[in-house]
T-cell receptor, first 110, second 116 residues
């Protein structure tokens, strides 16, 4: 069964303290690994799509990487405004559905 | 680009009434739209997949007669919660997928439904 597992469940950082969030997935037929950011009371905001092992994408302080079994979201020198829940999802087989992880709740203290 | 709107953002209704939520893709055509439900501090739960011009595909355990989905055009899908009960109170979010081989979804801002 296709699954997406995110860790840690929650992470608290000091401003400027870099770290990484993990997303592991079952391997069969990956057609895209997606990262989203969700603020409380809002819909998820699309960040990145990764398609193949070795691929990397960056946006401001965020960099997403992909291996054959997992993806990392690296946060460099985070700021309090980076506090949010980060969701990972993978494409699910022959339709357009996504399988979602439970998310990592990130809090960045000033 | 890829902006999705949802209306209303908040709605309060009485038990037994119906409420309709609209989801629009503003700057692109969406062959497929999705409706999710999200409980506090929980991840997204897919309710149904909606394809323009055809019947929605509901996930297991989701009552299709209670949650009516219509996708009449490439830019509009609606979710109607019929005979609402307090347990239907939740955060409902729609998303839209671009046509073609890209599978990422773009989300609306969500609708907070409270049934009293």
């Amino acid at each position: 069964e296709d699954q997406v597992t995110q860790s840690p469940e929650a992470l608290r950082l000091q401003e400027g303290e870099s770290s990484s969030l993990n997303c592991s997935y079952t391997v069969s037929g990956l057609r895209g690994l997606f990262w989203y950011r969700q603020d409380p009371g809002k819909g998820p905001e699309f960040l990145f799509t990764l398609y193949s092992a070795g691929e990397e994408k960056e946006k401001e302080r965020l960099k997403a990487t992909l291996t054959k079994k997992e993806s990392f979201l690296h946060i460099t020198a985070p700021k309090p405004e980076d506090s949010a829940t980060y969701l990972c999802a993978r494409h699910a087989g022959n339709n357009r559905k996504l399988i979602w992880g439970l998310g990592t709740s990130l809090a960045v203290n000033p | 680009g890829a902006v999705v709107s949802q209306h209303p953002s908040r709605v309060i209704c009485k038990s037994g009434t119906s409420v309709k939520i609209e989801c629009r893709s503003l700057d692109f055509q969406a062959t497929t739209m999705f409706w999710y439900r999200q409980f506090p501090k929980k991840s997204l739960m897919l309710m149904a997949t909606s394809n323009e011009g055809s019947k929605a595909t509901y996930e297991q355990g989701v009552e299709k007669d209670k949650f009516l989905i219509n996708h009449a055009s490439l830019t509009l899908s609606t979710l109607t919660v019929t005979s609402a009960h307090p347990e239907d109170s939740s955060f409902y979010i729609c998303s839209a997928s671009l046509t073609g081989t890209s599978y990422e979804q773009y989300f609306g801002p969500g609708t907070r439904l409270t049934v009293t």
